[in-house]
């Protein structure tokens, strides 16, 4: 066997731990083939990384999840699994398209009930949630657009508590976060971003690599008590 290159390698090691801790579920696999059909990116978070989020989720007994950006309702399916049927969970998303998309997906998995989507911007929504004073949430997923991730972090600390967690995916971006000189606005988004999380006093946190197409990231942040 010649030597496996280190991308290789992950993926290997990925499709391993997917097949040992990811068993397959039908009602997944149609809202990721539902999700395609009508034409939306597919974007979502990997098995593993759904997974991943989970066990966060369950970790933190979280009860209460904000999640920005929906897309078909995957990651979304993980997070509410992992509530519980008196756990709630908001999702924000500006695409009609996949709010329509990911409803279906949550009611043929009867987790709608558990779910409440806003559609609309989220920087938006959020400031109206901020407004209104809504309940602080035990843990929040941001994956909406990436420029916008400074913002989120700054408006998500208005709408948590010490203690809650705060996950934020693709800050890793195939490494690309790691350079200097880098002109994509994802890209520059997302290291705007980490420099924020590593640099507020009120957060603990770090950044776990997950792997998908190419190499990229999830950001775990704790607000400190
Ligand atoms: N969390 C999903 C993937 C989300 S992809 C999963 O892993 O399954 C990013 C989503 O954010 C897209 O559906 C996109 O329409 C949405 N989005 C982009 N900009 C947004 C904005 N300003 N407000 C709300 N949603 C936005
Ligand atoms: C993009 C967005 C995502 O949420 C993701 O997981 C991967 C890529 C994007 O907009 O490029
Ligand atoms: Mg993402």
Redesign the pocket.
Known sequence: MSTPTPHSLLLEVDEYIERLFVPRDPLFEQALRDATEVG?PE???SPNEGKLLYMLAKLAGAKHVL??????????MWLARAIGPQGRLVS????EK?VRCARKNLERAELLSRVDIRH????VTLEKMIAANENPFDLV?I???KI?YPVYLDQVMKLTRPGSVILA?NVVRDGKVAREGETDPAVLGAQEFNRKLAANPKLEAIIVTVMRETLDGLAIARVKD
């Open positions: 939306l974007i979502h978070v999640e920005i950006g929906l897309l078909g309702g995957y990651s979304t924000l998303e500006v695409d996949c609309g911007d989220a920087r997923f994956d909406a657009d916008s995916d």
